[in-house]
């Protein structure tokens, strides 16, 4: 899977959690950047990225993820 | 890879949405708020993982439907040792499932001692109807060393569970509300491994006796438990504790173990209203045993030990007759030769199940779903209280799709999880276990022997005298409470008011001085009907010397008994006895209990005329100048309690 079709899954995923469907995300999105993706909705966003590709983020990462994009190579790191 | 995939527990006996995020949108769509509400109703029937169960709640919550016809609404609050700000979506969904509409009052995590005894707080505004105390090991863990003596762990044990006894007494006392408590989960890592059985310090060892002794506790307070230690030895504590959002969030029940923990608790509140399911209808061919018995005649079919696939159906068969026997009624819906599909049930030596513990056997070529709404019929319950269980899934699509109220687990391919499927479901989720219960299979034999009787009887009043009926009545009993509750929750037809009320309530009416209760039994030459009827009075508002008949039921077993017109005979001598002049009493008619619609003025009541009340009720009056005492088969045997 390429860095842009999971940025799209990860769209996809984040317009569905907060119902929202004109959410577009970039590698360079910020929580803050996006209404209503506060921490509980974080965690929401990381258990279902983590179901749908049946990977486990380690504790200290999903603390320090800067943007979008570093979780996506995160992600892609996981998943090799 | 390099790590371990997140493990999530199934609800594998739901349907798959085909697309869900097009449904949902699709739901959104309709005119109104409870229209809406319906249709989001038929989505949450499907099986929904993490995110899909957080947008549906989203979607019922941006109704901001606080009632809805059709759907019964719940107080639920949550007190917590823990993070839950996760599990309401869960259960408001789960209940959604079962037409329940709940409201839910999660406290900030750790407050819930505070919550409980402060009356100022946001709790106290809410006056929950049902607690659920969802509490961690982990204090009670802090407080004993691994190399505590026995004696030691016994006190720190004690002192916890008298602390919760303590807290779900002012529950109780404040709210009047129901108590359900989580069990505690085992999330330790062993210490001694298989030893920390015998080392009464070790965590693990701690958490047993804990959940020993807090149902013990329960059982004596009348607690319900949420079995989530249970359910996690079933998914793997993986499932349902993350370290992570531990360390993270501090939540104790792992994100994705949510939406089971909202579906255990639903099933919990739906039972505790009479909403679990009644009936299980078994298909014969591929589900009861292997092959098809129209062609491959009764030596051909699989079933019984020597094979595993035989002994898979077999499997089946004895789950089905444990669950007769704790009161579950059974039925057949099969597409078959009836001839063909008796000879089965009597001459297949490995057959488990035999035709007396069929309560409607139906085997013929007419569509299930016809043959579904007999069953339904025959066994007077209402269609919404039936399981039924299909290999075929044509069927299964046939039936959901005509008669979404049924029950229509997605079975395994293979019969060897059947029974897995069934019990990971627990449509019969019971509140209480009474003597109706154990008794309710001979029960339904003994109306067979009735209903033969009738048939050979010349007339309907040959039949009733015939039968030597007697009623033991009197004020309701401590002894048969929890049967009087399951009567008041569980009956949808012959019941005038259709209001419920939880173990609580009943017991608090009990125990009101000005309160009149009537439960009755009825017996006959056949057996024993078991306690089939109840009523409560209470004097009307403003006019002391009239009772009000706040609601009366009476069990569809014993329809056309004449019990209603002695027991109205009864309720007239005591209420005359406590000073009483006249009675009135309200007939709410609801889509179930049209069979009742007449049933006061078939007593003598006259209807009120006035501007019909809120709640639509028919109101009627009865002056005791102008009843006449009804002549019926039934004599009086005694009075109970």
Redesign the interface.
Known sequence: MTAEEILSAFTR?LR??L?NDSIVLTMETRREDIPNWD??NY??FI??V??EF????K?AD??SFANVGAIITELM???? | MQSTALRAPMMSWLPIPVDFRADLRAALQADDASRCLENLARLSGYQLGFLETLQLDRAISELGLKEASGFVPIRLAILASSTVDHLPPAIRVAGLRRKLLIDVHSGAYGQYRQDLLNPTTSLHQFSPQTVLFSLTAREILSDVPVTAAVSDVDEAINRSIDELRLLWGKAHETFNAAIIQQTFVDVAEPLFGSYDRFVPGAPSRLVAELNDRLTEAAARDGVLLLDIGRASARDGIDAWFDTGRWLQGKLEIAPQAAPLYGEMTARILAAQRGLSKKCLVLDLDNTLWGGVIGDDGIEGIVLGEGSAAGEAHLALQRYAKQLKERGVILAICSKNDPAIAEAAFQKHPEMLLRQPDIAAFLANWDDKTKNLKAIAARLNIGIDSLVFVDDNPVERARVRQSLPMIAVPELPDDPAQYVRCLGDASYFEAVAFTSEDRHRARQYAANAEREALLESAQSMDEFLRGLKMSVVFGPFTAVDHARIVQLFNKTNQFNTTTRRYTSEEIASIANLPNALTLQFRLLDRIGDNGLVSAMILRPAPAQEDVFEIENWVMSCRVFGRQLEFEAMNIAVEVARQRGARALIADYIATPKNNVISALYLSLGFAPINEPAPANGAMRWFLDFSDYVTRDTHIVHAGAAG
């Open positions: 995923i569905d959690l119902l921490s509980f965690i929401n258990v279902a983590e179901i049946g990977v486990k983020f504790v999903i603390e790191k996981l998943r090799k």
